[in-house]
């Protein structure tokens, strides 16, 4: 799918808020709101985009997290998408480099991690898994910068981020239904999580739509504190995620590029930092999954026909 100047537009907008009103959107970006409307709805259908709730992970209780290089005894395809089937793994791609695949784990605690791991170890068709234990999120497009304020959420609480975790334009009205509230308390319990840390609305796009389809996978090995150097990556608009790391690297992350000289530019600033020893790089061939919602082995269910008609020309606030 084509984005042209408008929609790219549209999606800067909903890459900040996901819940932004038809009206508002339409305002910001100079259409009328039925125009505006009908160009969400293409991206949506379309699945270029997809706008969710991303639930921070302490609230799941996910503690723990690895990233996993992987080699494989023949196709690394089918091993991958084995991968993909585990919810532990939200984020999977085939790569060029040392290793054919590289996983994301989150799960709740180490324990959970270690089995996890093993897991991946014993899928047929594995051949090593080279794990890096992350110890701290220091740059991630989908992390909320701070963890949520101490809050008690109960059952109702959970369905409505279930509910917003596979679609985040739902309209109030259509959530309460689903969560068994008046429109009003649902209204007000969502914006409590939302304004709380608990979870943001926002939209996932295929890099290559914004023209960054070049994805650049890096561990960096330091010569002394990992802090000054982190802190530098971190705020390179190409670098879209960092973390610290256990294991053979100090640092972990991916870069997200116009072109493949942008990339090369960008190892090799990164190379000419002072306290890097080593820079190791593959690049991400296949996204075979990124899902974080809670039904992340699987595609999030369509709604019912009834239901969409009923709220098609609905905003969600």
């Known amino acids: 799918m084509d984005l042209d100047h408008t929609d790219l537009a549209v999606v800067r907008e909903l890459q900040t808020d996901g819940r932004l009103t038809y009206e508002t959107l339409a305002q910001r970006v100079g259409l009328s709101r039925p125009a505006t409307r009908a160009r969400v709805q293409r991206m949506l259908d379309s699945g270029a985009v997809r706008v969710v709730a991303i639930v921070h992970p302490a609230v799941r209780g996910l503690t723990a997290s690895a990233h996993l290089s992987i080699d494989t005894h023949g196709a690394a395809g089918p091993v991958a998408r084995a991968i993909a089937a585990m919810p532990q793994a939200p984020f999977v791609t085939l790569t060029a480099g040392q290793r054919a695949i590289m996983t994301e784990l989150r799960t709740e605690g180490f324990a959970e991690l270690d089995r996890a791991i093993e897991r991946v170890r014993t899928l047929p068709g594995v051949r090593t898994v080279d794990p890096l234990i992350t110890t701290r999120q ?180």
């Not at 059952?155 to 969560?179: C, K, M, Q, T």
């Not at 840390?197 to 389809?213: I, N």
Request: hydrophobic fraction near 45%; include cysteine; charge should be negative.
């Open 138 to 317: 220091l740059k991630d497009p989908y992390l909320l910068p701070d963890p949520p304020a101490a809050a008690e959420l109960d059952e109702l609480d959970r369905r409505i981020l279930d509910e917003l975790e596979r679609d985040g334009r739902l309209p109030f009205a259509e959530l309460a239904d689903r969560v068994g509230l008046s429109a009003g308390a649902t209204r007000s319990r969502t914006l409590r999580l939302l304004d709380g840390g608990v979870a943001k609305v926002l939209a996932l796009v295929r890099p290559e739509l914004l023209g960054m389809g070049h994805l650049c996978g890096f561990a960096v090995r330091l010569d002394g504190p990992a802090d000054p150097v982190a802190e530098r990556l971190a705020s390179w608009d190409r670098v879209s995620f960092l973390s610290a790391c256990l294991g053979r690297a100090d640092l972990v992350g991916t870069i997200t590029a116009e072109s493949l000289p942008a990339l090369l530019a960008t190892l090799e600033r990164m190379r000419a930092c002072e306290q890097v020893s080593g820079v190791e790089s593959w690049l991400h061939m296949e996204l075979v999954k990124e899902r974080y919602d809670p039904g992340a082995s699987a595609p999030a269910p369509a709604p019912a026909q009834g239901a969409a008609a009923e709220t098609a020309d609905s905003d969600p606030l």
